[in-house]
């Protein structure tokens, strides 16, 4: 993972006095906030001769059950751990719950670092 620069905090709670300011590959991104609908990427420049490829809405996911991977439509957004109002915006990020057509899945992928969308199904109990 990339650091984004130093702790404001020690691990007791106490602060820490900034010893320079933050650095050009030290500066973060507004996250991409990949929504359900059309298929719409964003070609990224990253650091070194690279691309990131970041997946701003879709509806397709890769759905794995066991050792058999489908590709299923997505319906909507169940619910989102990261977020509460995620799951109301349609918002996905890896661990959000996903209605697909193969059944309810869990993204295992980042779309918006990786660019699509992986899913396990999850057992409705």
């Known amino acids: 993972m990339k650091d984004q620069g130093r702790s404001k905090r ?28 059309e298929p719409r990427f964003q070609v990224i420049d990253s650091r ?4 990131k490829l970041r997946m701003l809405s879709t509806n397709v996911a890769q759905v794995a059950d066991g050792a058999e991977v489908t590709e299923a439509d997505i319906e909507g957004v169940v619910d989102n751990p990261s977020n509460v109002n995620y799951a109301r915006r349609n918002i996905i990020t890896k661990g959000s719950i996903i209605d697909t057509s193969a059944g309810r899945a869990r993204v295992t992928s980042r779309p918006g670092q990786d660019g699509q969308v992986n899913a396990v199904l999850v057992d409705e109990a």
């Open 48 to 51: 070194g001769n690279n691309e």
């Open 10 to 37: 020690k691990r007791t709670g106490g602060r820490l006095k900034p010893s320079s300011n933050k650095k050009r590959y030290q500066l973060g991104r507004e996250p991409a906030a990949t929504t359900v609908g």
